[in-house]
């Protein structure tokens, strides 16, 4: 609803995480580089962690994204609270192997030779497993026995695991000393610095449509970027109700005093985005608040709403 009033075409802000919003500094650049060349080189286990909220499944997005387009099969697994056999079949179903049996043995042996005709052809696969720190030591065993399929030179199966920094601790178990030793390459999404964020939050206009008119004053956005922690996904939720905010008060500029509204309403301290909690707000703020959340879920809908009338035939369009 606050888009043409600020000029957008999009939601600059949206949660999701959306490749072509991807915000290059030098360490997404760094991990990007990384997971590339790992899969490309045929380096079996890549390791991909950081913070919540640092970016890690938008820049995995964004390599999904480049391996389609090269035409590399990939498995994408995003929910980790699977056992060995739901691992093994969302796996195989995500590559789109056919296996009648259910019989570990025998679903082993069909990806191998899947695997190997690939390699024939000249291609490569690669299973890349999101939030990976909820892995049981099972499931974690398990895909370390993956890295075995491979020719007397190169890994059939490239492996990207990817996980917040208690993955980092989980990996350093005796029990799991042997997948430690496998992992070949290691990279790592970080929070954003003072002008990153600010290149952030404009990159992010740019790319929904803005003119470069200013929406954002400067000190609004050293505020965003103290009461986030520098963290995109906590940056993304300040701008998005600060922009709200605003927009119900209809100013074209969003100054201070509506991040540090907006930064209360969601319990921010002062540049502790993990969690210090401030006093309560107002009665006004909050039922000011609630019309915000309001609106927004009816920007949701409506948006949603065109989407869905895109896909319909034309006889079924009112």
């Given at each position: 609803?606050?888009?043409?009033?600020?000029?957008?075409?999009?939601?600059?802000?949206?949660?999701?995480?959306?490749?072509?919003?991807?915000?290059?500094?030098?360490?997404?650049?760094?991990?990007?580089?990384?997971?590339?060349?790992?899969?490309?080189?045929?380096?079996?286990?890549?390791?991909?962690?950081?913070?919540?909220?640092?970016?890690?499944?938008?820049?995995?997005?964004?390599?999904?994204?480049?391996?389609?387009?090269?035409?590399?099969?990939?498995?994408?697994?995003?929910?980790?609270?699977?056992?060995?056999?739901?691992?093994?079949?969302?796996?195989?179903?995500?590559f789109g192997i056919p296996?009648?049996?259910?019989?570990?043995?025998?679903?082993?042996?069909?990806?191998?030779?899947?695997?190997?005709?690939?390699?024939?052809?000249?291609?490569?696969?690669?299973?890349?497993?999101?939030?990976?720190?909820?892995?049981?030591?099972?499931?974690?065993?398990?895909?370390?026995?993956?890295?075995?399929?491979?020719?007397?030179?190169?890994?059939?199966?490239?492996?990207?695991?990817?996980?917040?920094?208690?993955?980092?601790?989980?990996?350093?178990?005796?029990?799991?000393?042997?997948?430690?030793?496998?992992?070949?390459?290691?990279?790592?999404?970080?929070?954003?610095?003072?002008?990153?964020?600010?290149?952030?939050?404009?990159?992010?206009?740019?790319?929904?449509?803005?003119?470069?008119?200013?929406?954002?004053?400067?000190?609004?956005?050293?505020?965003?970027?103290?009461?986030?922690?520098?963290?995109?996904?906590?940056?993304?939720?300040?701008?998005?109700?600060?922009?709200?905010?605003?927009?119900?008060?209809?100013?074209?500029?969003?100054?201070?005093?509506?991040?540090?509204?907006v930064a209360r309403d969601?319990?921010?301290?002062?540049?502790?985005?993990?969690?210090?909690?401030?006093?309560?707000?107002?009665?006004?703020?909050?039922?000011?608040?609630?019309?915000?959340?309001?609106?927004?879920?009816?920007?949701?809908?409506?948006?949603?709403?065109?989407?869905?009338?895109?896909?319909?035939?034309?006889?079924?369009?009112?």
């Open positions: 609803m606050y888009k043409e009033f600020y000029g957008l075409r999009a939601n600059p802000f949206n949660v999701n995480p959306d490749p072509r919003y991807l915000f290059l500094t030098r360490h997404t650049e760094e991990a990007l580089a990384c997971l590339t060349y790992g899969i490309q080189s045929r380096k079996g286990f890549v390791l991909l962690t950081g913070e919540v909220g640092t970016g890690k499944t938008t820049l995995i997005n964004k390599l999904l994204e480049w391996l389609r387009l090269q035409q590399v099969a990939t498995a994408f697994i995003f929910n980790s609270r699977l056992n060995t056999p739901q691992f093994l079949d969302y796996m195989m179903a995500d296996c009648d049996s259910k019989a570990k043995s025998q679903i082993l042996l069909r990806l191998y030779n899947w695997l190997l005709d690939r390699y024939r052809a000249g291609e490569t696969a690669v299973l890349i497993v999101d939030e990976a720190q909820n892995l049981t030591d099972e499931v974690l065993e398990e895909i370390r026995m993956l890295t075995n399929l491979e020719t007397f030179t190169e890994k059939l199966l490239q492996i990207v695991l990817v996980g917040q920094p208690e993955l980092e601790q989980k990996l350093k178990q005796p029990q799991l000393r042997q997948l430690r030793q496998r992992l070949t390459l290691r990279a790592k999404t970080h929070p954003l610095t003072l002008e990153e964020t600010k290149a952030y939050v404009q990159q992010r206009l740019r790319i929904a449509g803005s003119n470069g008119q200013q929406i954002f004053e400067p000190e609004s956005v050293v505020a965003i970027h103290r009461y986030a922690d520098g963290i995109p996904r906590v940056i993304n939720l300040l701008c998005e109700h600060c922009l709200v905010s605003a927009f119900v008060d209809q100013q074209k500029t969003i100054a201070p005093s509506v991040v540090d509204g969601f319990d921010l301290g002062q540049g502790t985005a993990a969690g210090v909690m401030t006093a309560p707000p107002p009665a006004e703020d909050r039922e000011k608040f609630d019309l915000v959340e309001a609106l927004r879920s009816l920007a949701s809908l409506a948006d949603r709403l065109r989407e869905e009338d895109k896909d319909l035939p034309k006889e079924r369009k009112l």
